[in-house]
């Protein structure tokens, strides 16, 4: 019988997981299925449950469950620990195992498929949510000069720049400070994209960059990507390759074959 995985969410019904694990699967021989199970709101755990007992191997997490997922695991990766939310369950022998992908996802897209080194560059991250959370150290780690975050709720950011100073060199700031603030790289991690409206920042802070990423993907490119390159950001790219990498290095921690991500993203990026 093929080993069962799947994508628990709520909503699930637009995830590309179960399309994105079926190509890895043919490309790598990996006998597995991988379906997208919608959770109750309250029924998290019991998905989890249902999911271990009839021969699941392990989940991949998404909105709202992340938070959830990190409580349940009783073994934790260090990357897990320091972002608070795991979106990787692996069913072993001796318990639960969460982990989280995201930030490897996001350093892979921008490092090996964008072509774009952070060492030495000053980031700038939106937002203070889940998913900026999880990036901050996979940020760091890649040797940037600076690592600035502006959210909305200002001591949001100003509580992360507290938690992962030690870490490396960060700041935090209300979006209003960012004029004339130079950037190498902007990341949106905000939710703003999914309601298509737009953090507010300053319009001039996108003509220096050499970078502007959204973690937000669609089939056109988001208001924010639009309004970056309108006001000069040369290089813009949205999150479906980051998508696609954190698939990766799930589908490695479960089955231990690193899959082939390019043609994936190529054939997504088709639809
Ligand atoms: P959260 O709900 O945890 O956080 C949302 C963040 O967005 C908060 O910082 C919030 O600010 C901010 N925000 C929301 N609306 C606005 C707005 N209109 N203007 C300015 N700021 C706003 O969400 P997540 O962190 O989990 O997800 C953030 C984004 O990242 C989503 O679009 C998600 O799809 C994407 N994502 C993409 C992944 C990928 O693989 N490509 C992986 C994970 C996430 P405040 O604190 O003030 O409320």
Request: charged letters at 15%; hydrophobic letters at 45%.
């Amino acid at each position: 019988m093929s080993d069962r995985y799947a994508v628990i969410g709520n909503p699930i019904g637009h995830s590309k997981s179960p399309l994105i694990h079926a190509a890895f699967a043919r490309q790598t021989g990996q006998d597995i299925v991988y379906e997208a199970l919608l959770a109750p709101l309250d029924g998290f755990v019991q998905a989890v449950d249902a999911l271990r007992a009839n021969g699941g191997k392990g989940a991949n997490v998404t909105v709202p469950f992340k938070q959830e997922a990190f409580n349940l695991a009783v073994h934790l990766s260090e990357r897990a620990k320091l972002a608070q939310a795991v979106n990787t369950l692996i069913f072993r022998a001796d318990g639960i195992h969460g982990d989280n992908t995201d930030g490897a996802g996001l350093l892979r897209d921008i490092e090996v498929n964008l072509a774009y080194p952070l060492a030495g560059k000053r980031i700038l991250l939106l937002g203070a949510g889940g998913a900026a959370r999880g990036v901050i150290m996979p940020l760091l780690a890649a040797h940037p000069a600076s690592l600035t975050i502006a959210n909305r709720t200002t001591s949001r950011a100003h509580d992360l720049a507290l938690q992962f100073g030690h870490w490396g060199e960060v700041s935090a700031c209300d979006y209003s400070a960012l004029d004339d603030l130079p950037f190498d790289v902007i990341i949106n991690a905000t939710s703003s994209s999914l309601q298509n409206d737009l953090p507010p920042v300053p319009d001039s802070i996108f003509s220096g960059t050499g970078l502007v990423y959204d973690m937000m993907y669609g089939k056109e490119p988001t208001l924010f990507l639009c309004h970056a390159a309108q006001n000069g950001a040369p290089c813009v790219a949205d999150g479906l390759g980051m998508l696609v990498e954190q698939a990766a290095e799930s589908f490695y921690l479960w089955r231990g074959v690193r899959p082939d991500t390019a043609p994936v993203i190529a054939q997504l990026r088709s639809l």
